[in-house]
């Protein structure tokens, strides 16, 4: 995975605030495979910082940990691989905080023969393979109370050639909760795919709005142009 450093992410979060996006997505993607804790000095820094959602992720394993990220000022939790390797942890978290609380993060591969599995510990040397396919683990998710889920395809994030749409699609179809599309935007067309093709609820991008390729306000009104309902 080719990561940059976009700089301060508490910074940065108050641009995206100052822009009025509609919310934030902070994901430590190697607190699962560096076996820690989410960074909770930077979730309470950017809560205090920004008045829209934030949605925190990365090396939650208990319920304590959701409790902490909770009161140090996050809206929502988002929860990958102590899903897979617990899932009536969904059921426990949803319970404790409320559906609106816990999003399901499923990070989908895709196979040679085009069926996709779903992958565990991401952020590093591609995850681990897990034996669930990703329709069936999101309809799963709902089931045991999850809010919404966060999927990423795992083949275009960070390509910036844009949504995996069949996967997308094929995800939306199948829950009733929002599904919010991520990995490979690389322009505005992409979040109208995403969103119209794709089906998806929302569209998360990092790298052309953390490089400022787009603002906020640009993507909202080239949505809007294209006959997109946006808040």
């Not at 992720?57 to 390797?85: F, M």
């Not at 969904?90 to 989908?108: H, K, L, M, T, Y």
């Not at 275009?156 to 939306?172: C, E, F, S």
């Not at 400022?212 to 809007?224: F, G, K, V």
Request: glycine share 10%.
């Amino acid at each position: 995975m080719g990561l940059r450093d976009a700089g301060d992410p508490v910074e940065i979060a108050r641009r995206y605030d100052a822009e009025k996006a509609d919310e934030l997505v902070f994901l430590d993607i190697h607190a699962s495979t560096d076996n820690r804790g989410t960074m909770l000095d930077i979730v309470q820094r950017t809560a205090e910082q920004v008045f829209m959602p934030l949605c925190v992720g990365g090396g939650i394993r208990t319920i304590e940990d959701i409790r902490n990220l909770l009161k140090a000022g996050a809206d929502k939790v988002s929860i990958n691989t102590p899903a897979i390797q617990n899932p009536d942890f969904i059921n426990d978290a949803s319970e404790r905080f409320g559906s609106q609380c816990i999003v399901v993060a499923i990070d989908a591969k895709k196979q040679e023969d085009g069926t996709y599995i779903v992958k565990s510990h991401g952020g590093r040397d591609g995850g681990r393979a897990t034996p669930l396919e990703p329709v069936a683990w999101a309809q799963e998710a709902e089931a045991r109370g999850a809010g919404e889920i966060l999927l990423t395809g795992m083949d275009a994030d960070g390509t910036k050639d844009g949504y995996d749409i069949p996967l997308t699609r094929a995800v939306a179809d199948a829950v009733g909760i929002p599904v919010i599309a991520s990995g490979g935007a690389g322009n505005l067309e992409h979040l109208r795919e995403a969103l119209v093709e794709g089906g998806a609820d929302a569209a998360l991008a990092a790298s052309i709005f953390h490089f400022q390729e787009y603002t906020i306000q640009q993507a909202r009104d080239y949505l809007t142009r294209h006959g997109v309902a946006v808040r």
